[in-house]
């Protein structure tokens, strides 16, 4: 069965630097498009960045120039990673796989298998 594991969060002061990372298995990791999510308590969740089988990625207004995603196919790993953050940017944070289509998209409706989640919490 398909399964995403994330791990890689934890606490660090604004200005520092995290990466988060999705283990992925259970499917053709190769195909298809991938993504990160978060969800802030009281806030709905959100779409950070998303990448398809292409290489090409989008992101959230507010992370541009502050986080990459990537992925590793001879591993099966996606990778967030997050520069300059900021206390806003406290959120759990999930990753997401579409194993239907490429089209390219932060709605989360389009994700069809979910992580459990890792916490980033950045203190000012």
């Known amino acids: 069965q398909v399964q995403l594991v994330e791990s890689g969060g934890g606490s660090v002061q604004a200005g520092g630097s995290l990466r988060l990372s999705c283990a992925a298995s259970?499917?053709?990791?190769?195909?298809?498009?991938m993504a990160w999510f978060r969800q802030a308590p009281g806030k709905e969740r959100e779409g950070v960045a998303a990448?398809?089988?292409?290489?090409?990625?989008i992101y959230t207004d507010s992370v541009k120039g502050r986080f990459t995603i990537s992925k590793d196919n001879a591993k099966n790993i996606l990778y967030l990673q997050m520069n300059s953050l900021k206390p806003e940017d406290t959120a759990m944070y999930y990753c997401?796989?579409?194993?239907?289509?490429?089209?390219?998209?932060?709605?989360?409706?389009?994700?069809?298998?979910w992580g459990q989640g890792t916490q980033v919490t950045v203190s000012s």
């Open positions: 997401a796989s579409n194993t239907v289509d490429y089209v390219l998209s932060t709605d989360s409706g389009r994700y069809n298998y």
């Open positions: 259970g499917y053709d990791f190769s195909s298809g498009c």
């Open positions: 990448l398809n089988a292409y290489g090409t990625a």
